[in-house]
């Protein structure tokens, strides 16, 4: 049973963070306010490649906190398996770097338990049959178990139940910043004005260390420009989330594809408003990238595409938790926020409520930098 409460909370963006977090908080009897820079997963979320996977080497925490973020979306899809926006059909992923090194991370995946599956040309198809099979290094992985979410139809998803729970959002408040009464962080400041309560969340993305710096409290920012392609409807069937050396493709929905990589960052030039732009050359290219990984001749073609920063802290494991410091002020910014929304959600929620520290949160707070 959900721990009751009467207490105020002010969340402090409107990504999937954010809005997961809110919602938990309202199932819990909090009065809760979301206040957003612009609007609703605008940012950050709105541009993400939102794979759901904990492939690769991290820490057993980070690990772990993962694994749990992905058991939450097995629950949500087997609850509705016929959502168009959220699936799990595997990833496949290879790199230009030898045999040896996908054979290394494949033992390293197997060693603590992580379904992982060496595959190469010849089998490919057991994986995904759209894949072409020249496109493959010698090896590659096959993650069975790993999957995709839209992060826009997820983040409209949990804020109609959050509303519904009556939670209220603020959109389009501008810059905010915390404020605090005797060292307790007591509200936020906006452009719309003050909101009173007694606990803040902030998970403001990539400008989440610049909300926390005049509280006195310093995270590492490492947060590139990325940028984030959605093709055109394309009647290629692919469904498992691809990563290789020239391009990364999930399935989107509405027969389209969402198309990321690193390769082109310093082709991203900033402008004096704060926006970016890229040469349409270079968007095109990427579509072309991806194209090349898919059998047929039907080419991928850039329809839209969004870019801004990545949410990345500076030693790339997530800050998650109350701010020492600052108490009453807790902070969700985090790399993996589209894996870790739902579960980070419920337990930040249940440590506002009850004001007691969940132990798998206990690796990700801000003061392992001081």
């Known amino acids: 049973m959900a721990v009751k409460t009467e207490m105020k909370v002010v969340v402090l963006g409107g990504g999937v963070l954010g809005v997961s977090t809110a919602l938990e908080l309202a199932k819990r009897g909090a009065a809760v306010t979301l206040v957003t820079e612009a609007a609703l997963c605008s940012g950050a979320s709105g541009r993400s490649l939102s794979w759901l996977n904990s492939a690769g080497e991290r820490s057993k925490p980070y690990h772990a906190l993962r694994m749990a973020g992905i058991d939450r979306y097995r629950t949500l899809f087997a609850r509705h398996p ?48 759209a894949v072409d099979p020249d496109a493959l290094a010698a090896q590659a992985i096959f993650n069975p178990g790993e999957g995709w979410v839209s992060l826009p139809h997820l983040v ?7 509303r519904a729970l009556g939670g209220e959002v603020v959109e389009h408040a501008g810059k905010a910043s915390v404020i605090t009464d005797r060292g307790r962080a007591c509200g936020i400041r ?8 007694d606990a803040v969340l902030v998970a403001c993305g990539p400008w989440t260390p610049d909300v926390v710096a005049p509280l006195g409290v310093t995270i590492p920012n490492g947060s590139p420009v990325s940028m984030l392609v959605i093709t055109e409807p394309s009647a290629q069937p692919l469904k498992a ?8 493709v999930r399935p989107n929905p509405g027969n389209r594809f969402a198309l990321d990589h ?25 579509a072309q990238e991806a194209s090349r990984l898919l059998r047929g001749d039907r080419p991928l073609k ?3 595409w969004k870019i801004g920063l ?16 600052v108490p009453g002020c807790y902070v969700a910014f985090s790399h993996s926020g589209a894996t870790l929304a739902l579960i980070v959600g419920e337990l930040l929620a249940d440590e506002m409520v009850s004001g007691e520290k969940h132990p798998m949160l206990a690796s990700f707070g801000a003061e392992r930098f001081s």
């Open 310 to 325: 990545k949410p990345i802290p500076g030693d790339g494991d997530p800050v998650l938790g109350e701010l020492q410091k």
């Open 302 to 304: 850039a329809e839209s």
């Open 82 to 129: 016929t959502l168009d926006w959220l699936r799990f059909d595997g990833g496949i992923c290879w790199s230009d770097s030898d045999v040896t090194a996908t054979e290394a991370r494949h033992a390293y995946e197997k060693a603590h338990g992580y379904d992982s599956q060496l595959i190469t040309a010849e089998n490919v198809a057991q994986a995904d049959a």
């Open 241 to 248: 989330v691809l990563n290789t050396p020239r391009a990364a």
């Open 156 to 162: 409209d998803y949990l804020v109609n139940q959050f």
């Open 262 to 286: 690193d390769w082109y960052e310093a082709d991203i030039q900033p402008l004096a408003d704060g926006e970016y732009r890229i040469d349409e050359q270079v968007v095109a290219q990427l």
């Open 190 to 197: 906006s452009d719309k004005g003050e909101l009173r309560a």
